[in-house]
């Protein structure tokens, strides 16, 4: 079982950054990728960025374009999301996910196991 609390969440203006946090506890030792999803008001939950644990490769979604960046800290069982140059259509409630025993980086939801609670983005104009 894994818990994941995700933080940084906030308003910005277009253009501007946050760093999303988001920490791993319980069994994570089984990890094998951790990812980050979106959802916008009305939208379906859309993949973002993921991240392999033990090779930290990384994976992007063209919505983003180059403009955020995934990375991890095993030793403190945490994934982390850079933002920058934001754009009102990233407003959307970030959400940061766990897959076990993979065996390959996934965009679908059903691929992950674990989910966190959401935090809120808003990128205002």
């Known amino acids: 079982q894994v818990q994941l609390v995700e933080s940084g969440g906030g308003l910005v203006q277009v253009g501007g950054s946050l760093r999303l946090s988001c920490v791993a506890s319980?069994?994570?030792?089984?990890?094998?990728?951790m990812g980050w999803f979106r959802q916008a008001p009305g939208e379906e939950r859309d993949f973002v960025a993921a991240i392999r644990w033990s090779s930290s490769n990384t994976y992007y979604s063209d919505s983003v374009k180059g403009r955020f960046t995934i990375s991890r800290d095993n030793a403190k069982n945490t994934v982390y999301l850079q933002m920058n140059s934001l754009r009102p259509e990233d407003t959307a409630v970030y959400y940061c996910a766990v897959m076990r025993f993979g065996r390959a980086t996934s965009i679908l939801e059903s691929a992950y196991d674990y989910w966190g609670q959401g935090t809120q983005v808003t990128v205002s104009s």
């Open positions: 319980g069994r994570t030792f089984s990890t094998y990728a």
